[in-house]
């Protein structure tokens, strides 16, 4: 079956520019994580949706950040005016039980 | 202080080699110990999941965890070329959420 994929892959934009990143979930999990990968800081937790209740966003840097999560399913994660500082890359996770199923990732490039 | 503290290496060793890799951790709170492997431009794979303390074995992995100390620790048996690699180890608490606290990750290298 399909793992978790992520739109797009790579994505390059100019400072001040906004931003959506996609994730698909593997098909039943009801648990979506968006992480960052940034150099010298590793992976960071950004926000977690569980099925219809409210998401735990208390990992996103800053209220330029938000992410929704459609039907329980398909997730987006949104900057708005985009930093350098914003260059990472955005894994995806999904769960169903213990263990998380990473996406490839999308590699954004702020310039 | 991070949570979490990894030495990041690299870490370079011959085909064959026994590796070694570890992380402490200060939250006492970490009930689930995960070790991560990561090729360059793709996603973390999980390799191995504890819950608690104790040990875990599946084929050349083995991986420790030691509450007392707050130490976990991933071996790897007769490297292999492919084992090249970052390895990352995630924690997570008893909620229900499980957001994974990483450490920075350690790169390895299995020479041929």
């Known amino acids: 079956g399909a793992g978790v994929s992520q739109s797009p892959s790579n994505k390059v934009t100019e400072k001040g520019k906004d931003v959506e990143l996609r994730c698909d979930p593997i098909?039943?999990?009801?648990?979506l994580y968006w992480y960052r990968q940034s150099l010298g800081q590793g992976l960071e937790f950004l926000i977690y949706?569980?099925?219809?209740?409210?998401?735990?966003k208390s990992g996103l840097p800053s209220d330029r950040f938000s992410a929704e999560r459609t039907g329980g399913s398909v997730s987006t994660l949104t900057i708005q005016r985009t930093q350098q500082e914003d260059s990472a890359v955005y894994l995806c996770?999904?769960?169903?039980?213990?263990?998380?199923?990473f996406g490839p990732g999308t590699r954004l490039t702020v310039l | 202080q991070k949570e979490v503290e990894q030495d990041p290496g690299p870490l370079s060793v011959p085909e064959g080699a026994i590796v070694s890799l570890n992380c402490t951790y200060s939250?006492?709170?970490?009930?689930?110990f995960m070790w991560y492997r990561q090729y360059s431009r793709k996603g973390p794979e999980l390799l191995m999941y504890t819950y608690s303390s104790g040990n875990k074995e599946d084929g050349r992995f083995t991986a420790q965890v030691d509450k007392s100390s707050k130490y976990i620790s991933l071996f790897i048996r007769d490297s292999q070329p492919s084992d090249s690699a970052t390895y990352l180890c995630?924690?997570?608490?008893?909620?229900?959420?499980?957001?994974?606290?990483w450490g920075l990750g350690t790169s390895l290298a299995v020479n041929p």
């Open positions: 098909s039943g999990h009801t648990a």
């Open positions: 949706f569980q099925g219809n209740s409210a998401p735990d």
């Open positions: 939250n006492s709170a970490f009930q689930y």
């Open positions: 996770a999904s769960r169903q039980g213990g263990e998380q199923f």
């Open positions: 995630a924690l997570a608490n008893a909620g229900n959420n499980r957001k994974l606290i």
